[in-house]
């Protein structure tokens, strides 16, 4: 059971407050473009080239836009960006072992998928992997994804986060509501 | 500094995502097939926390208005909103918490992640269609003038006012909304 509304809500919303008021507000899904770009600068150096002075830009447009921001990144992945969703998931990683983990059963698929598709991982998997697709795509196309639009946006008012919220649960209640009938 | 800035404000980010349930996604198909708002709740408690202490710590000068930063509004946020929708009901995972999952032990976390992977890759290939159709441009706006701030904004109004207002209305709507709507039964008492 996870924690009260009330609690959790201000723990949250104490950490994105944190968040702005010591360096900037949170995101994380421009960190899977990062990481794309160091798996392939790895296999391509090419991709991310610096010129003599000094900036960093890519074969890539979308690496190379806004003076090559993202290049720079893959260039230095030791950036505040990168390392803050490394630590993101080490503190879920610290937070499940002190609970005591999800069980095994939970691990492969969970209980709201088992309820309504039964115990077989396979077409769980694939689901979350396509999953995984359409939603970076769709978090790289907005530029933002629920922690940067929807949270850090609607916090400082940005009209952008009220309209990717908009378009998100537009969306995610309809397919939510076809694929899962049984609660869980 | 900043290093130890991300690792501290980082893993208490991933700490308490995966406390209030937003790292299972049972929790998070729960909430967008309105069987249970538990989750909706904390969210929005959040924002309107966050917001108050942000715009309440700027009016009293104590919060650099200069850390914030507001994302430009254009059509494709819409429609990569309504893309990252689809994919987060099916998944149960958006981009943050499908790495917190997977580094709690979700093994469908990680297929998750390498969906994300491609996903995003598709996106660095593709970039250039959006680009010239259009669908990219726009301007960083907020609902109202924020001082010291150089957005645009929507309204005539004082961005810092709205803004806490906004804020204050989003803990309302967190209090008043029913966590089961479709039973009409409390929330469960928490297990902390």
């Keep these: ?184 | 500094m900043d290093i130890i800035l991300a690792i501290v404000i980082g893993a208490g980010f991933g700490a308490v995502l995966d406390r209030i349930g937003a790292t299972n996604p049972t929790w998070i198909g729960r909430m967008l097939s309105l069987k249970n708002l538990h989750l909706m709740k904390t969210i929005l408690l959040a924002i309107g926390t966050a917001s108050v202490l942000m715009f309440g710590g700027q009016m009293l000068g104590l919060v650099d208005v200069g850390h914030m930063s507001v994302k430009t509004a254009y059509v494709g946020v819409f429609i990569g909103g309504l893309l990252l929708g689809a994919g987060w009901a099916a998944s149960g995972y958006c981009p943050g918490t499908g790495v917190c999952a997977a580094a709690t032990g979700r093994k469908d976390a990680l297929f998750f992640i390498a969906g994300g992977l491609l996903g995003a890759a598709a996106y660095m290939v593709t970039y250039p269609m959006w680009q010239g159709a259009g669908l990219l441009e726009g301007a960083a706006t907020t609902l109202g003038a924020i001082p010291g701030a150089e957005y645009d904004s929507l309204l005539n109004l004082r961005g810092d006012v709205v803004g806490l207002v906004l804020g204050v209305l989003f803990i309302v709507i967190a209090a008043a909304l029913p966590g089961k709507p479709t039973r009409g039964a409390p929330i469960p008492a928490p297990a902390e």
Excluded at chain 1, 127 to 134: H, K
Excluded at chain 1, 137 to 146: D, K, P
Excluded at chain 1, 162 to 168: E, L, P, S, T
């Design chain 1, 1 to 184: 059971m996870p924690l009260n509304w009330k609690s959790g809500g201000v723990l949250l919303g104490l950490v994105f407050f944190l968040a702005v008021l010591l360096v900037k507000p949170i995101g994380v899904s421009t960190q899977f473009v990062i990481l794309d770009g160091i798996i392939g600068d790895a296999v391509n150096p090419a991709l991310v080239t610096q010129a003599e002075d000094g900036a960093w830009t890519s074969t890539n447009d979308y690496l190379a836009k806004s003076g090559g921001k993202y290049a720079k990144s893959v260039a230095n992945p030791l950036n505040y960006s990168f390392l803050f969703v490394l630590a993101m998931a080490a503190g879920a990683f610290a937070s499940a072992l002190a609970r005591g983990g999800n069980g095994a059963a939970e691990n492969r698929a969970p209980a709201l998928w088992r309820a309504n598709f039964g115990d077989g991982a396979g077409k769980r998997f694939l689901v979350a992997f396509l999953g995984g697709f359409v939603v970076l795509y769709g978090a790289r196309l907005a530029g933002g994804c629920t922690s940067g639009h929807m949270m850090s946006g609607m916090m400082q008012t940005a009209v952008s986060g009220y309209v990717f919220a908009a378009g998100a649960f537009l969306a995610a209640v309809p397919v939510a509501l076809m694929i899962y009938k049984q609660e869980g």
